[in-house]
């Protein structure tokens, strides 16, 4: 993978929070650890959310999917879980998490990666 650029709105909207710089500082070491844990190859320009990087990627067998890295805290923790129990039912599937944290692969159109 190339450097990672986090999105300079990430910047802008947690810079000035301590903990939250201190998890943006740590996303390129902490991307390269679910990259290889999982076998994804990053395959488009991050993306984020309000509080998360957003990383389209390919698992191993071909599948698109998108890699999203947030700081875990009290509004994050039960997010995959719950998105597991819906199941891709009204929303994302989850493929892969962490239950220690919050990352997690979730599922993602083809039709908005690159070949």
Do not use: C, F
């Not at 996303?27 to 993306?47: A, C, F, I, K, M």
């Not at 989850?94 to 070949?115: G, K, M, N, Q, Y």
């Amino acid at each position: 993978m190339s450097e990672l650029v986090i999105p300079l709105t990430l910047w802008e909207l947690h810079g000035d929070d301590e903990d939250a710089r201190q998890w943006l500082e740590s996303l390129p070491d902490l991307t390269t650890t679910y990259l290889n844990r999982w076998s994804l190859e990053v395959v488009g320009t991050p993306l984020n959310g309000a509080a998360s990087l957003v990383l389209p990627v390919r698992r191993a067998d071909g599948t698109a999917a998108m890699l999203k890295l947030q700081q875990l805290n009290d509004e994050t923790e039960g997010e995959a879980l719950g998105l597991r129990t819906w199941n891709g039912d009204g929303a994302v599937r989850v493929l892969a998490d962490d239950p220690t944290r919050t990352e997690s692969i979730r599922s993602s159109s083809r039709s908005r990666l690159p070949a």
